[in-house]
């Protein structure tokens, strides 16, 4: 089969033929109909300092993925040949005290689907069926396939059980995650989204997923925009999802008394803070976001798609053939791109 492989510790992925794998115990069997690519896909390609850390090639990149079952390995239960597949891509032992606890997302010996396992760049790949995510047959396999990231958003907009209704909600970031995040606040009654970037491409695609208010972070002092947008008193929520160190302290600072923030965003580095005024004085409420509940989150990000109460398709920019990935990760570089989907 045709695969993206992480061939030798380099820039670049290498389109390859490989032998199709067969499903082992527990394991399922996959027609890729649809991956898109993902920041974490950006490094692996780039081989910046984590992925050379983390990653042993060779390995099929990838990780977000619509396909449909093809095969299903010894002792797989609950599922059929023909359905249509997302994946959950914190593959959970089942054992350690998270997991026994129900915190599966942030398993002790979690391993991450194409990073420390081969994963969806490929013609057909190889799922645990534990992570396996059922969608009814009519979904766009592009859809099934941002699931995983739209979950992030989902996971962070409603992690606080706070009241969104009515809200003032600032997002900084809007990478594929934020904007979505737009989409889902609005669906959840927020009465005015403010979203950040410093790229207009990308607050652009803000709007069109139901941001109301946007700010360029090089231009205007996002605390002032968000005083003014909301009477003075600052936001209700702040969701994170940058990994800028300039935003969460921006955000922090615009942030209203005794309000909550979600951090989704990763920081490259260590981020100095004022603890003391953004978050101690000013009693707010701090969630630290990883990965999706699994599958609590998956179940909400079905119902917000399949009930159509979020549109996520403004945020898919850009579709290729697996054949042209190169011209996709280019775009994801320049910034000039939102979800790309790769068509193996
Ligand atoms: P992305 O990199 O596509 O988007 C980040 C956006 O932030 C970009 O558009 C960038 O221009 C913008 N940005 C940079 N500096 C900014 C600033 N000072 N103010 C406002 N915006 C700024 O990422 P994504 O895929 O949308 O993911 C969002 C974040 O969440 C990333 O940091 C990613 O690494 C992280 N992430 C976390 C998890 C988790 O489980 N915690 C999972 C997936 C992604
Ligand atoms: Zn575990």
Redesign the pocket.
């Known amino acids: 089969m045709k695969a993206l492989v992480k061939s030798s510790p380099k820039r670049g992925l290498e389109l390859m033929d490989v032998e199709t794998p067969s499903p082992g115990k527990g394991e399922l069997l996959i027609k890729v109909k649809a991956t898109t690519i ?2 974490t896909d950006l490094h692996i390609f780039e081989w910046n300092d984590w992925a050379s850390g983390r990653i042993k090639p060779p390995l099929i990149a990838g990780h977000e993925v619509g396909g449909e079952i093809v095969e299903l390995g010894e002792g797989v239960q609950g599922f059929e040949k023909g359905e249509l597949i997302s994946v959950e891509t914190h593959v959970y032992c089942n054992e350690c005290f998270q997991c026994r606890i129900g915190n599966k997302h942030i398993c002790e010996n979690v391993k991450i689907f194409g990073v420390d396992l081969n994963g969806v760049f490929a013609e057909y790949a190889i799922v645990p069926a534990q992570n396996a995510w059922k969608n009814p047959k009519q979904m766009k396999p592009e859809i099934a396939s941002i699931q995983e ?1 739209f979950g ?1 958003a989902v996971h962070s907009v409603f992690v606080g059980n706070d009241q969104l209704e009515d809200s003032n909600v600032l997002v ?7 904007c979505f995040a737009c989409g889902i606040l609005k669906a959840a009654g927020a009465k005015k989204v403010i979203i ?4 207009d491409y ?1 607050l652009e695609l803000a709007a069109k997923m139901g941001a109301d208010v946007l700010v360029n ?1 090089s231009n205007e002092k996002l605390v002032d925009v968000v005083k003014r947008e909301t009477a003075g008193r600052g936001a209700d929520v702040f969701l994170e ?4 160190s ?2 969460l302290s921006d955000g922090l600072n615009a942030l209203r008394p005794a309000g909550r923030v979600s951090i ?3 920081f490259a580095k260590p981020v100095p803070l004022d603890v003391t005024n953004g978050l101690v004085f000013k009693y707010a409420k701090v969630f630290g ?3 999706r509940l699994i599958f609590g989150t998956w179940k909400k990000t079905s119902e917000l798609i399949e009930k159509k109460l979020v549109d996520p398709s403004p945020v898919i920019t850009h579709r290729f053939s697996m054949d042209d990935f190169e011209e996709g990760f280019s775009l994801l570089e320049e ?1 000039r791109a939102g979800k790309i989907v790769l068509v193996p």
Request: net charge neutral.
């Open positions: 993902c920041g990231p992030n900084t970031g809007a990478g594929p995650i934020g950040s970037d410093i790229n990308r972070a999802m940058a990994g800028s300039a935003a989704l965003g990763i976001i990883n990965g910034g």
